[in-house]
Nanobody
Framework: QVQLVESGGGLVQPGGSLRLSCAASGSILNINGMGWYRQAPGKERELVARITSGGSTNYLDSVKGRFTISRDNAKNTVYLQMNSLKPEDTAVYYC???????????????WGQGTQVTVSS
């Protein structure tokens, strides 16, 4: 079974920084896209950033220039560096990944459990 485990959330003041990490574990053969979504109270989940296995990235317009997504393929881990945080960035952040495992031998989509990010003074 494949699991995605996030870490790095917390409370930060406006203008501050946080780094989220998400490690995939299990009987993994390879991973295609990995990414981060967020969901604020009363709002739909939205894509924040995604990165392909080759390193191509795309970002939500409102985070461009402030957030950076990266990955370490050897560690099956994706990161989200968040700088210049704003109160409107407050949300539960979820990582996702398209993973092919030894068990399924096909790519399936997985979600992490979510980590809370709160930006407040």
């Amino acid at each position: 079974q494949v699991q995605l485990v996030e870490s790095g959330g917390g409370l930060v003041q406006p203008g501050g920084s946080l780094r989220l990490s998400c490690a995939a574990s299990g009987s993994i053969l390879n991973i295609n896209g990995m990414g981060w979504y967020r969901q604020a109270p009363g709002k739909e989940r939205e894509l924040v950033a995604r990165i392909t296995s080759g390193g191509s990235t795309n970002y939500l317009d409102s985070v461009k220039g402030r957030f950076t997504i990266s990955r370490d393929n050897a560690k099956n881990t994706v990161y989200l560096q968040m700088n210049s945080l704003k109160p409107e960035d407050t949300a539960v952040y979820y990582c996702d990944a398209d993973v092919r495992s030894i068990v399924t031998m096909t790519f399936l989509h997985y979600w992490g459990q979510g980590t809370q990010v709160t930006v407040s003074s």
